[in-house]
């Protein structure tokens, strides 16, 4: 069974996952092909979340796979019929290993996050903010993307700090941002959940496994500007934007995911960059941050 490194896993994976980095040692996780039964019976209508319980979760997508998330530790997975390769692997290593990590204990923020100085910078917000788009503005003037899509955060039990997890060298772009990084859109694999995107591969720079989180922005639209967020306000932007937010009352770990966020907020700076949605300003989003520093470094 193939061997991958991601998140600062060890995973075993008797499905292809393309572009993720070759990994050793015991495994963490195991992902593999087998039956998957259909909880609730009956047609899924809607892609997702289908069936929560104990330490299991059930997920569906529609013409692609059925997935079953166990404690943290497994992931089996039931193809539909037809050649859905590249489409399986888009979802193990997006919602499935994101799923299987909050079983893990980890706080998964739905956000980017690229390194500077020695330590990762994130962007979290809502969808069409560009996340990912920005991290690769980043990596365009020398700041390497530590992860793409899940920002996988370890708040430890110290008084200070939190830690996050290097993840899979791709991410995730639209093709008008494919474009404006020089890459050519049509020569990229479309990723399953989302029409038209690409899943863009780049060249590993992060080698450690974790670096120190030294804080968030919190993506906006809007005239120009970055504002601290007292601590009430990002708890709130923290817990909304993690990427199990609306699985947590079945899945029984409210009282958990709000600790975290909460010791999260605590710890690192977590502010609100405000800026125009236009690929031309990206360079100038980069140039803000820079200056800003609160959340950079010194």
Same mark, same amino acid.
């Given at each position: 069974?193939? !061997?991958?490194?991601?998140?600062?896993?060890?995973?075993?994976?008797? /499905?292809?996952?393309?572009?993720?980095?070759?990994?050793?040692?015991?495994?963490?996780?195991?992902?593999?092909?087998?039956?998957?039964?259909?909880?609730?019976?009956?047609?899924?209508?809607?892609?997702?979340?289908?069936?929560?319980?104990?330490?299991?979760?059930?997920?569906?997508?529609? @013409?692609?796979?059925?997935?079953?998330?166990? @404690?943290?530790?497994?992931? !089996?997975?039931?193809?539909?019929?037809?050649?859905?390769?590249?489409?399986?692997?888009? %979802?193990?290593?997006?919602?499935?290993?994101?799923?299987?990590?909050?079983?893990?204990?980890?706080?998964?923020?739905?956000?980017?996050?690229?390194?500077?100085?020695?330590?990762?910078?994130?962007?979290?917000?809502?969808?069409?903010?560009?996340?990912?788009?920005?991290?690769?503005?980043?990596?365009?003037?020398?700041?390497?993307?530590?992860?793409?899509?899940? %920002?996988?955060?370890?708040?430890?039990?110290?008084?200070?700090?939190?830690?996050?997890?290097?993840?899979?060298?791709?991410?995730?772009?639209?093709?008008?941002?494919?474009?404006?990084?020089?890459?050519?859109?049509?020569? %990229?694999?479309?990723?399953?959940?989302?029409?038209?995107?690409?899943?863009?591969?780049?060249?590993? !720079?992060?080698?450690?496994?974790?670096?120190?989180?030294?804080?968030?922005?919190? %993506?906006?639209?809007?005239?120009?500007?970055?504002?601290?967020?007292?601590?009430?306000?990002?708890?709130?932007?923290?817990?909304?934007?993690?990427?199990?937010?609306?699985?947590?009352?079945?899945?029984?770990?409210?009282?958990?995911?709000?600790?975290?966020?909460?010791?999260?907020?605590?710890? /690192?700076? !977590?502010?609100?960059?405000?800026?125009?949605?236009?690929?031309?300003?990206?360079?100038?989003?980069?140039?803000?941050?820079?200056?800003?520093?609160?959340?950079?470094?010194?």
């Amino acid at each position: 069974m193939p !061997v991958y490194s991601a998140y600062d896993l060890t995973i075993f994976s008797e /499905i292809p996952l393309p572009g993720v980095s070759p990994g050793d040692g015991t495994p963490d996780l195991r992902i593999c092909y087998g039956s998957v039964e259909l909880l609730p019976p009956g047609d899924i209508q809607v892609n997702g979340y289908y069936g929560i319980g104990g330490e299991e979760i059930h997920y569906v997508w529609r @013409g692609i796979c059925r997935a079953r998330i166990q @404690g943290g530790h497994t992931i !089996v997975v039931q193809p539909e019929p037809g050649d859905h390769g590249h489409a399986i692997a888009n %979802l193990l290593i997006g919602p499935f290993i994101a799923l299987a990590m909050h079983q893990r204990g980890r706080l998964v923020m739905h956000g980017s996050g690229i390194a500077m100085d020695g330590r990762v910078v994130g962007f979290i917000g809502n969808s069409g903010q560009g996340k990912s788009t920005t991290a690769a503005a980043f990596m365009l003037n020398g700041y390497p993307i530590v992860t793409d899509d899940l %920002l996988s955060v370890a708040v430890g039990m110290e008084e200070e700090g939190a830690v996050v997890h290097a993840g899979s060298p791709q991410i995730k772009l639209w093709p008008e941002s494919v474009r404006a990084i020089g890459g050519d859109p049509e020569a %990229l694999p479309k990723i399953a959940s989302v029409k038209d995107k690409r899943m863009y591969t780049f060249d590993r !720079v992060v080698t450690a496994a974790t670096l120190p989180l030294a804080g968030i922005y919190v %993506l906006d639209e809007g005239s120009e500007g970055i504002e601290t967020l007292g601590p009430n306000e990002a708890l709130v932007e923290l817990a909304r934007h993690s990427y199990c937010a609306l699985l947590v009352d079945e899945m029984g770990d409210r009282r958990r995911h709000f600790m975290q966020c909460a010791q999260l907020a605590a710890r /690192i700076s !977590v502010r609100r960059l405000r800026r125009r949605l236009s690929l031309e300003r990206l360079n100038d989003i980069v140039r803000m941050v820079e200056k800003d520093r609160g959340v950079g470094g010194g």
